[in-house]
């Protein structure tokens, strides 16, 4: 059972162009964190939200946390090529430590293109 | 800047074979965390560390132990391998409320 249901799983755009990335769940989540993954690396944190409605703002990239803690977009401005990577959504659960057991999303994909 | 080291980056099995993936962090947290990496299901929690001494399982804990050595190292065991092991394998270590920070992981095929 995917507790985190991230889309699109894939993401091919052109330089330039704007993005949404979407992580939904029916569980509530105490915070929500957000990785980008190069190949043959390991996951990087970007950001977390930790407050219901919460808009964090990352250079291009910014981050929002639903009202009920239950999802969370990412939405990038004029993308461009060093964007391109696999980006994961991640939650820890309602009554845990906010930075113990995460639950992931599939990830997606984000390829762009110059 | 070590930060997470896990060994080794590259492995291959046959069934059957068991194996222990190593990994080691430098910067005293004391959370450890193994997980797996399969396409389009994210990063799957196997078992974690809360603190030294302790282990507890993750969502898929099956053919898998653990064991935290000490602070610094928190080490993957298969038993009897299987093709359905055949991942990418990630530790991750973290103080309590802090961010995770990951290896960059060890890719292991099992024929």
């Known amino acids: 059972t995917q507790l985190l249901e991230q889309s699109p799983q894939f993401l091919s755009i052109q330089e330039g162009e704007n993005l949404t990335v979407y992580c939904n769940s029916s569980s509530v989540f105490s915070s929500l964190q957000w990785y980008r993954q190069e190949p043959g690396e390991g996951p990087v944190l970007l950001v977390t939200v930790v407050t219901g409605g919460e808009v964090k703002k990352l250079k291009r990239l910014t981050f929002q946390f639903g009202d009920a803690r239950k999802d969370s977009s990412l939405h990038i401005t004029a993308a461009q090529p060093g964007d391109t990577g696999l980006y994961l959504c991640a939650g820890a659960r309602a009554g845990g430590t906010s930075y113990g057991k995460l639950t992931f999303g599939q990830g997606t994909i984000l390829t762009v293109h110059p | 800047n070590a930060g997470v080291t896990q060994t080794p980056k590259f492995q291959v099995l046959k069934t059957g074979q068991s194996m222990t993936l190593q990994c080691a962090q430098d910067?005293?947290?004391?959370?450890m965390y193994w997980y797996r990496q399969d396409p389009g299901m994210g990063l799957r929690l196997i078992y974690y560390?809360?603190?030294?001494?302790?282990?507890d399982k993750g969502e898929v804990p099956n053919g898998y132990n653990v064991s935290r050595l000490n602070k610094r190292e928190f080490s993957l065991r298969l038993e009897s391998a299987a093709p359905s092991q055949t991942s990418v394998y990630f530790c991750?270590?973290?103080?309590?409320?802090?961010?995770?920070?990951f290896g960059d992981g060890t890719r292991l095929s099992i024929l």
């Open positions: 910067m005293n947290h004391n959370s």
């Open positions: 560390s809360a603190s030294e001494g302790t282990t």
């Open positions: 991750a270590s973290s103080d309590p409320n802090q961010p995770q920070h």
